[in-house]
């Protein structure tokens, strides 16, 4: 599976990147200070503890504190206690230039180990971008104003995808904040890369500008789009699902668009029949219908994050504190997929995941012995890690599955 020293922990494996002595120093050096004043609780040690309380799913500061009487866990960060309260205040005052580091460079360990696939071969490199609103309690997150009765903040978020969804870039606003508002911040200014988006973002002042710039990019057109065509269309199959392949010029007079786009329509067997917007002339309609469905990667990758990285529940109300906690789930995240890519484990990161944290304070090699095992078998089961998966979902409170008849807890 990989040369790294098995002798380990599955969870000093699992959090290595996090830990390395050379990150570190490139902090220190950034953030001068950052642990000046802190007298137990380091912020390599509030991080592991964040990221930790998020793939286990911990909804509050109380559990976290808790977890650290778990022999195991409070050896693997050197804690054998910690109040809640300290939790809360260093998560408050940890400047969110650590988490980005953090994030950006477990993000640069997943890239190299990642390489070029298929997807990327055949196609170039694929960028999708889009924003998720996380509702809040107005009166505990006034900061956040969404709407008179609620608050919120808003992920607009830059996924890169090569059959791995990876998040490559993001920023965080107040919910109110308008998506295309943040598009420009998020685009890839490169001739290989194209940029995925959804209707929310049009914009033709923005796409006369990329298209002189030679950014490439492929959205939805609008159904109220005003269309001037240009007299050129391209050839169709009677047989296949496409219905149109034109080039038009968006815009009414007062706000015309200056270059010249084009629009693929295609027939959706389920739906009614949608239309590409693009300014890449090259790819054939086929693969800009391929590429655009793709774009629910993103899609699929905010409801994972939200349901298994525990971003729902916050643990402070600042909003220094909610950031810093949304950028550590995207590295808790990473670290995930990085571990999975160099172990090269083929099925779905939620069982990858929950059988990682059923074996997490396991030596490493015997970790890797499961995973082996669970490959080669065909019927055997292994009982002792069914019962470590739902004692772990128990104690957590994820019990939905007992009344459910199709639940298989066999099944891993």
């Not at 950034?30 to 137990?40: G, T």
């Not at 998720?132 to 992920?155: D, E, H, N, Q, T």
């Not at 007079?253 to 329509?265: D, I, P, Q, W």
Request: with cysteine.
């Amino acid at each position: 599976m990989q040369d790294k020293d098995t002798t380990q922990s599955t969870f000093m494996q699992l959090f290595q990147p996090i830990f390395s002595p050379k990150i570190w120093a490139k902090i220190h050096q950034e953030v001068p200070n950052l642990d000046h004043r802190a007298q137990k609780l380091k912020s390599s040690q509030l991080t592991s503890l964040i990221s930790y309380a998020q793939l286990q799913e911990f909804k509050a500061l109380r559990e976290i504190s808790l977890s650290v009487q778990n022999q195991d866990f409070g050896q693997e960060i050197g804690l054998e206690s910690i109040s809640h309260s300290q939790i809360s205040r260093r998560l408050r005052d940890l400047p969110i230039k650590v988490s980005e580091m953090l994030f950006k460079g477990v993000l640069n360990q997943v890239g190299q180990k990642k390489g070029y696939g298929l997807i990327q071969q055949r196609l170039g490199k694929l960028y999708m971008i889009d924003a998720s609103v996380i509702s809040l309690c107005l009166s505990r997150y006034p900061w956040a104003v969404f709407r008179k009765s609620k608050s919120g903040v808003k992920m607009h978020l830059r996924l890169s995808f090569d059959g791995v969804a990876v998040p490559d870039e993001v920023i965080v606003t107040p919910a109110k904040t308008a998506d295309k508002k943040k598009l420009d911040e998020l685009i890839v200014v490169d001739n290989a890369a194209l940029n995925i988006f959804d209707r929310g973002y049009i914009d033709y002042k923005l796409f006369d500008k990329y298209c002189s710039e030679g950014v490439r990019f492929v959205t939805r057109l609008k159904n109220n789009a005003v269309i001037e065509f240009t007299g050129v269309e391209r050839t169709v199959t009677e047989e296949g699902i496409i219905e149109e392949d034109v080039d038009v010029i968006l815009g009414t007079n007062s706000r015309k668009m200056e270059h010249t786009l084009r629009v693929v329509t295609i027939d959706d067997e389920v739906n009614e029949p949608f239309s590409i917007l693009t300014n890449d002339f090259d790819l054939s309609a086929e693969e800009l219908g391929d590429i655009y469905r793709y774009r629910w990667q993103i899609e699929l990758f905010f409801k994972w994050l939200k349901q298994h990285a525990q971003i729902k529940h916050f643990y402070g109300t600042s909003e220094t504190a909610v950031i810093n906690q949304l950028l550590l789930a995207l590295m808790a995240y990473c670290t995930l997929i990085l571990l999975k890519l160099e172990i090269e484990y083929q099925k779905d990161l939620l069982t990858f995941q929950r059988m990682l944290t059923a074996c997490l304070f396991e030596s490493y090699d015997l970790f890797l012995e499961k995973l082996r095992r669970q490959r080669r078998r065909s019927s055997r089961i292994d009982y002792g890690l069914i019962y470590k998966m739902t004692e772990h979902q128990i104690m957590n409170e994820e019990t939905d599955w007992l009344n459910d008849l199709a639940y298989d807890p066999v099944e891993l």
